[in-house]
């Protein structure tokens, strides 16, 4: 077993007071390769505390003295991927990000419409016109995500995978939180270079919220795929 400890700088906040879920997923799953890989989230991970990461064999655990609040799996990932719509389509359907006009979080690194450009990620994944269910947006990552080899860091990868799920079923979930994530790395993605974003419904079973979600190159090529699982809050927080 090796162990680390590691710290969620407030930038990379999902809520106003804990790490966004799909980045603190990527940071786990760095552990393990990065690639084919199940997150699980089991309570929020607090800002700019001293974190503890243990990884042995398959498996990671990150920790916050004794409250165990995240584990990961190496794990075979199997999405299927639906073809993705054109750039212009993508972007068409950004116009349509239903946060622009009411949001949980606007603070959040992914989709906070509050968050400046090169700060935040700002996708803004908005409904497709075409009756699918589908959300999506168009992604283009700057160089301070990217490693020395120009191609964007795993865990930035993991975090543009999160919100878009959220967004495919916002109408039946409510307000919900991540509390899974499993990815699947296709392609590298390079800085500068336009993303299409997607998210999907697959499934709902009471609480919890089943989605697709992907990344692709304006070409078409897949670089990123996951399946995520989403938990509606309870009905008396829903108003709070």
Request: aromatic content about 6%.
């Amino acid at each position: 077993m090796t162990s680390s400890v590691l710290r969620i700088a407030p930038r990379f906040r999902g809520p106003p007071n804990s790490g966004n879920g799909g980045y603190v997923a990527g940071l786990l799953a760095g552990g393990l390769g990065g690639s084919n890989c199940v997150v699980t989230l089991q309570a929020p991970p607090p800002l700019d505390e001293t974190l503890g990461l243990e990884v042995a064999g398959r498996g990671a655990t990150l920790w916050f003295g004794d409250e165990q609040l995240a584990t990961a799996n190496a794990v075979p990932v199997s999405v299927d991927v639906p073809s993705p719509p054109s750039l212009q389509d993508a972007e068409a359907a950004a116009r349509r990000f239903t946060g622009f006009h009411k949001h949980i979080f606007p603070g959040c690194f992914v989709c906070g419409p509050e968050r400046a450009p090169a700060d935040g990620l700002r996708i803004f994944t908005g409904p497709l016109d075409d009756g699918s269910g589908r959300v999506a947006a168009v992604w283009t990552p700057d160089e301070g995500l990217a490693g020395v080899d120009g191609h964007i860091r795993d865990e930035f990868i993991w975090a543009a995978l999160d919100c878009p799920g959220y967004f495919a079923v916002q109408d039946r979930a409510g307000k919900a939180v991540l509390g899974r994530l499993g990815v699947v790395l296709h392609a590298p993605v390079r800085a500068g270079e336009p993303i299409i974003v997607t998210g999907w419904p697959i499934a709902s079973d009471g609480r919890k919220h089943t989605v697709g979600t992907a990344l692709h190159a304006a070409d078409g090529t897949l670089a990123a795929a996951a399946l995520g699982t989403w938990v509606s809050l309870k009905p008396e927080l829903q108003t709070a």
